[in-house]
């Protein structure tokens, strides 16, 4: 079942395996069964965690609880998340280039209006939106990750033309992809000194120190969810300039 | 029977719908968006369980499902991009062998 | 029976057809759009909820990006897709034939 990738992509949705289909129709069938009469069960008085954390929020730093509880009381998730990003994007990365910049920016002669308008005034647009999400975080729905993922649809948008490109590869976005980790990771241990263990933050400097980890964080995840879409149109050129050479060969 | 539990009951179904998906569909792109319809089937439950007591939301469950939002999107970028590449190395292959 | 209840039933309703279509489409275009209303109707699930944060990642990390990435593969293994790019005289032929076969 698994070894095999259909390459007409309009063939039957369903494979005519019976046998496979009985199995899973049983075990969806007995988890949801199981999983119905346990969520029945339940009778709607339990609060969860939420009385312990609306308690501890001003030894948080932000008033937001999401918040309060991605960065501060359970920051270990959260830096593992970033680490587990940023190694689906040393996976995905394409080749290994130090010598073209950053950024470039090529003047394209066939321009879509419509396109380049949206490109000129949506996309500032974005970027200032994004930052007022980070710096809400706060205290109101919003934070790094919103923030980073509006940035990336942005470059989403600027990645639909051939005009912007971006080199993932060059020190400056190597830098900036490790950033949020290591700065993570640096405050979380230098924490250890002086405050005895790792990510507990000092209570004088708690949204300080979640407001710098969350700025680098969006820088990074931007960076990395960009990296991501471009990495199919990076291989797409490639693989046309590899169907040329071959066919010139 | 609170509008929390029907919410909670939906994610299952979807959940169920997905795996049916996994199993079930042929191509691996369907099996990719399978998994992802499972995905949200979970993070509905989750999140329809953080309210089950209609007075209190509980925001732990929140920070989870956005935890694994992101991880969802960069598993799904890891998946898509193997089978692209397993569909170049078949298409060569077959190139070859005409 | 109120009108949140309704809205919430259609909701519900709504999200499980497009969860199975989003899988069980014909083409595969078809399932990528579905599957991007999907993530546009959790996103509103979730306010309804009372989850604002995670409807605001939702709607720009699951619908928006996750499609993006999404066509984007599926731009990648489509066939004919070269045929595309060539000149009008082609397309008129292989845009026929290729509504055929995505519809």
Not at chain 1, 18 to 43: E, F, H, P, Y
Not at chain 3, 43 to 68: H, K, N, R, S
Request: with cysteine; hydrophobic share 55%; aromatic share 8%.
């Amino acid at each position: 079942m698994f070894n095999k990738l259909d390459i007409e992509y309009d063939g039957p949705p369903v494979d005519k395996s019976a046998l496979s289909l009985i199995a899973s129709v049983l075990v969806a069938g007995l988890l949801l069964a199981v999983t119905i009469t346990i969520v029945l069960s339940d009778k709607g008085h339990n609060t969860g965690l939420a009385t312990v954390i609306t308690q501890n929020i001003e030894l948080s730093g932000v008033t937001n609880p999401v918040t309060a509880v991605l960065l501060n009381f359970r920051a270990y998730d959260t830096l593992l998340e970033i680490a587990v990003l940023l190694v689906v994007v040393l996976a995905i990365l394409p080749t290994r280039d130090h010598h073209t910049p950053f950024f470039k920016r090529i003047e394209v002669n066939k321009q879509n209006l419509v396109l380049s308008a949206l490109q000129c005034w949506i996309a500032p647009a974005v970027v200032i939106f994004a930052g007022y999400l980070l710096w809400a975080g706060a205290h109101q729905p919003g934070g790094a990750f919103q923030a980073g993922a509006l940035l990336a649809g942005a470059s989403v948008l600027l990645f639909q033309s051939d005009t912007y490109q971006i080199n993932y590869t060059s020190p400056i976005a190597r830098v900036l992809l490790v950033l949020s980790l290591g700065v993570f990771i640096t405050i979380g241990t230098a924490l250890i000194w002086f405050e005895g263990s790792l990510l507990t933050y000092p209570l004088a400097f708690s949204g300080l120190l979640i407001l710098l980890i969350e700025t680098c964080a969006t820088v990074s995840i931007t960076l990395a969810l960009a990296s991501l879409y471009s990495s199919f149109i990076a291989n797409e050129n490639l693989s046309i300039t590899d169907n040329k050479h071959r066919t010139i060969e | 029977m609170t509008s929390a539990l029907f919410y909670s009951m939906a994610g299952l179904a979807l959940f169920a719908i997905g795996f049916f998906g996994v199993v079930v569909a042929s191509h691996v792109m369907r099996k990719i968006l399978a998994l992802n319809v499972m995905g949200v089937g979970i993070f509905m439950f989750l999140i329809a369980l953080a309210k089950r007591n209609p007075l209190v939301v509980d925001p732990l469950p929140h920070a989870l499902v956005l935890t694994g939002i992101v991880i969802a999107v960069a598993g799904t970028a890891l998946a898509l991009n193997l089978m692209v590449r397993i569909h170049h190395i078949d298409q060569s292959s077959q190139e070859q062998s005409k | 029976m109120n009108l949140v209840v309704i809205f919430d039933a259609l909701l519900i309703f709504s999200m499980l057809t497009l969860g199975w279509m989003s899988i069980f489409s014909l083409s595969l275009f078809r399932c990528i759009v579905f599957f991007v209303c999907l993530g546009l109707l959790a996103a509103i699930a979730w306010g309804q909820l009372g989850a604002f944060d995670v409807a605001i990642a939702e709607a720009a990390i699951g619908a928006g990006i996750t499609g993006a990435l999404l066509l984007a593969a599926w731009n990648r293994i489509r066939p004919h897709r070269t045929k595309a790019i060539e000149p009008n005289l082609t397309n008129a032929k292989t845009s026929q034939k290729d509504t055929k076969e995505h519809v």
